[in-house]
Nanobody
Framework: QVRVVESGGGLVQPGGSLRLSCAAS????????MGWYRQAPGLQREWVAA???????TYTDSVKGRFTISRDNAKNMVYLQMNSLKSEDTGVYYC?????????????WGQGTQVTVSS
């Protein structure tokens, strides 16, 4: 079942910034790796960023240097700071708990939050 709720999406101009938030249930964030995914119109969902239990972060090449994933275990929150946004970043963004190393999603996907980058 769904264990996270995403928020913070919206309409932003190219070059702008958005900060997405993910509220997780219980100790999900402290126990698992966490990740952000996105799904652009007409395309499959793709992995964007991940953070391990130890705090190590990884990103897909297209967002490196622009996006930053972080977490707050005490608040059971995960964030995705998105800077220098491009139209190609448009899509529905999802937060997910991940199986360590393999980054396999552990739960059902939620509603996500819409990010639209447009003038």
């Amino acid at each position: 079942q769904v264990r996270v709720v995403e928020s913070g999406g919206g309409l932003v101009q190219p070059g702008g910034s958005l900060r997405l938030s993910c509220a997780a249930s219980g100790s999900i964030i402290s126990t698992n790796a966490m990740g952000w995914y996105r799904q652009a119109p007409g395309l499959q969902r793709e992995w964007v960023a991940a953070i391990t239990r130890g705090g190590t972060t990884t990103y897909t090449d297209s967002v490196k240097g622009r996006f930053t994933i972080s977490r707050d275990n005490a608040k059971n929150m995960v964030y995705l700071q998105m800077n220098s946004l491009k139209s190609e970043d448009t899509g529905v963004y999802y937060c997910m708990a991940l199986l360590p190393s393999t980054y396999v999603p552990l739960y059902s996907w939620g509603q996500g939050t819409q990010v639209t980058v447009s003038s």
